[in-house]
């Protein structure tokens, strides 16, 4: 029997926004066309002011239009009257010891995201959210404790990386040389949400991010990861062709069901054959498991050795995740040497086993600390454990 279609309650669905000018930001190249020639551009210039329009926006980081020297001042005043360049506004910003930065980002409706940039030796990955809190409940993760408000649109996520570039001030001058230095150099989408369950949003706004005459950013400097939303992967290497990264964290099925509670939907196997599927639709070159290391939950060498046995055949790299302890969390992190003793059976095997080095956990932004501030229900460590069901 065919998986139904994924969809999601009504209630996550953004708002409809009151109507006025439009926000060019998001827009795929047919959908700012589009909104062009529906507001008077002859269709015969449409093609050519999208591309003009678009540099100033994604290339130069300009969002006044009257800034934008090679159209025409009545051109540039009519854009001015019926269009936006609006991206998401930065509430509030943290820097922590180790030079990570995290922002609270407030979009339509008064909702707030989380956005975080990790340097690393003169670059730099940005993760972002792709909608606001999460349905998947993964119980070792902070983020899961709140509940899926609504998807972000793909201006909304976009904007973040706008956003972040304007923090960092990295967005170029026009007509001076050409700096190859990046400082931010990559994405990930593992910020909050599960990115394959506002697949469209997501797509156009990475298409946005990877356009040869804007942000410039390599498919393969792009990565999304998913917990498994197993329909959505074929699609994900067809239409987006960027890295992939799967949260796996269990090697049976019975430690899955209740770290990721999704694998009762599709359970290990089935994600498994699609993920063998996925390198050869895409080029990828490796598909990344990220593995959080549980004191007494999944990390012992017997589930190293089955998670190798698992993978086989895969071309594949195991990010193991020391947990990041957060406020009424119901694991404790393994030990240093109970982790290195898992990566060596894993890299004993061929397989590359770093170990991630915690970044940010002072600020709260390391990976699963993500929680908007504006969510401030807190359960108790006890009340979290009987939802995960230990």
Not at 146 to 169: F, H, P, S, W, Y
Not at 363 to 384: D, N, V
Request: net charge neutral; aromatic share 6%.
């Amino acid at each position: 029997m065919a998986d139904a279609p994924i969809t999601q309650d009504v209630m996550t669905i953004p708002r409809k926004l009151p109507e006025g000018p439009v926000n060019l930001v998001g827009l795929t190249r047919a959908g700012m066309r589009e909104a062009l020639i529906a507001n008077g551009t002859p269709e015969k210039q449409a093609k050519m002011r999208v591309g003009q329009i678009w540099q100033w926006i994604y290339q130069w980081g300009v969002r006044d239009f009257a800034a934008m020297t090679n159209l025409s001042k009545a051109f540039r005043a009519d854009l001015a009257e019926k269009f936006v360049i609006e991206i998401p506004e930065v509430v509030s910003k943290q820097v922590s010891e180790d030079g990570t930065r995290k922002w609270l980002v407030r979009i339509a409706g008064g909702h707030e995201v989380e956005v975080v940039y990790i340097p690393e030796d003169g670059r730099g990955t940005l993760c972002i959210s792709s909608q606001v809190g999460c349905t998947l409940t993964c119980s070792f993760c902070h983020t899961g404790t709140q509940k899926l408000v609504r998807n972000l649109t793909a201006g909304e996520i976009v904007g973040q990386v706008m956003m972040a570039r304007d923090d960092l001030d990295e967005w170029p001058v026009p007509g001076a040389p050409k700096d190859e230095t990046r400082l931010l150099s990559n994405i990930v989408l593992m910020g909050m949400g599960e990115p394959l369950y506002n697949f469209e949003n997501v797509r156009d706004a990475m298409k946005i991010a990877m356009d040869p005459e804007g942000i410039q950013l390599s498919r393969r400097r792009i990565t999304l990861s998913t917990s498994g939303v197993v329909p959505e992967i074929a699609r994900t290497a067809e239409e987006i062709g960027c890295q992939l990264a799967v949260s796996f964290h269990a090697t049976t099925d019975e430690v899955r069901d209740t770290l990721v509670p999704i694998n009762k939907r599709w359970n290990i196997e089935v994600l498994l054959d699609a993920l063998r599927a996925y390198p050869k639709v895409s080029n990828s070159e490796r598909i990344t498991f990220e593995y959080v290391m549980l004191h007494g939950v999944n990390d012992s060498d017997a589930d190293a050795h089955r998670l190798v046995k698992l993978i086989e055949g895969i071309p594949a790299k195991i990010n193991l995740i020391p947990f990041n302890e957060w406020p009424g969390a119901p694991y404790t992190r393994s030990s240093n040497n109970r982790i290195r003793a898992f990566a060596d059976i894993i890299y004993k095997a061929g397989y590359a086993s770093p170990i991630r080095k915690p970044r940010g956990e002072d600020i709260m932004a390391a990976c699963g600390q993500l929680k908007s501030a504006t969510e401030r229900a807190r359960k108790s460590r006890k009340q979290i454990a009987a939802d995960a069901g230990l």
